[in-house]
């Protein structure tokens, strides 16, 4: 989550708001009323259809000098023709609090196709989270992962005494072998390890001694 | 445009495509065989399902355990899975040419819903264009834009000698006023106006002198 956040009113002017993106390398910036209540969101993908315009519209400038141009039925997207932030935004705002699960921020990223969430906390924007926030997670190194892992299945009792599960990691991939009596106990650990930052994903060479029990 | 491209291979490991996203801060990253050619991209939103995997999913790692895993039904998207770049790329690739319009490259990212488009040349990436890119053009100062504006007015014959339109400039939108005789050579001054880098609107105030003609 990035804490320091900048944000627009709904009258800031279409040029400021798109320098606030620019200028701060943002995805996205959030809309928030005088009292400071998030009221929307705008993305690059809110400014983006006025530069998309096509050169045949544009050519058509002529109804606009007659004062005939129909902007609402010649443009899908009203935002084309958008001149302040209220007219951008993207509304009504998905959001995130600071105990949402990076899991769970990584969901509504995903399906909602959004680059960022802001981070709402008692009815104020207190962060923003994006895509690459999330994607962090994949920085950490194969020897950190392995710590954890073994740290994880050695110290959290996931792992009964009896078994013998060991860990290697690379290049994100955590591979388990060894033995185990408990298929139960087995796939809590496996739960436990694809949970973590960082893991990309497991093999499991793990082999069930029933005769062992 | 950015020149400098960083580029993958379709058997680049998930963590090392992950890490040349994050690590350079691109929001897409092409992915090419080993002649060079273009074979498809990686976005961050390739990568995001696999951080969305639900939790629910993760406790069924019992059946992962017991090879009855099915992922290709459990997950609508199977780069949840994907392990290497060429499982994770979306194909076929959207590109521009360094010859591209900026208004075209708005207009296939706008539609597509793309962050980036790699410029191909020659069959070879030559650089990578983003939303960001295309938005820069709002940076243009309002005394800047009005000098291109007036540049064109008067010297480059849009508009006949004895028109007398001019110009001014506020957060981008540019208003004209004055007189006409010629609605023809208006309508070109305001199409030549309107696609000008950094104009947000046009504000049309020039009255046609039809008496004068």
Redesign the interface.
């Known amino acids: 989550m990035t804490k320091k956040v900048r944000s627009v009113r709904p009258d800031t002017?279409?040029?400021?708001t798109?320098?606030a993106?620019?200028?701060n390398?943002l995805s996205g910036v959030p809309v928030v009323d005088r009292q400071g209540r998030l009221v929307g969101i705008v993305s690059?993908?809110d400014?983006?259809?006025?530069?998309?315009?096509?050169?045949d519209l544009?050519?058509s400038?002529?109804a606009?000098?007659e004062g005939t141009f129909d902007w609402d039925s010649l443009f899908k997207n009203r935002k084309a023709?958008a001149?302040t932030a209220g007219e951008l935004m993207t509304t009504p705002v998905q959001t995130a609090t600071p105990h949402t699960l990076?899991?769970q921020v990584?969901?509504r990223?995903?399906?909602s196709?959004l680059?960022v969430l802001p981070v709402v906390d008692h009815g104020k924007v207190v962060g923003m989270v994006t895509?690459?926030d999330?994607?962090?997670?994949?920085?950490a190194s194969d020897a950190d992962t392995l710590c954890n892992v073994k740290d994880a299945l050695e110290h959290r009792g996931y792992v009964p005494p009896r078994h013998c599960i060991d860990a290697s990691v690379h290049?994100?991939?955590v591979t388990l072998g060894g033995t185990t009596i408990d298929?139960e106990g087995?796939?809590r650990a496996?739960?436990l390890v694809?949970?973590m930052d960082g893991v990309?994903?497991?093999r499991?060479l793990?082999r069930v001694d029933s005769s062992a029990g």
Not at 13 to 16: A, D, L, V
Not at 47 to 55: G, N, T, V
């Open positions: 002017s279409f040029k400021e798109a320098l993106l620019i200028q390398r690059e993908s400014l983006l259809p006025r530069e998309a315009l096509d050169d544009l050519a400038a002529q606009f000098f023709v001149l990076l899991r990584a969901k990223l995903s399906e196709g680059r895509r690459h999330v994607l962090k997670v994949y920085c290049e994100g991939i298929p087995l796939r496996l739960a694809r949970a990309v994903a497991i499991n793990v």
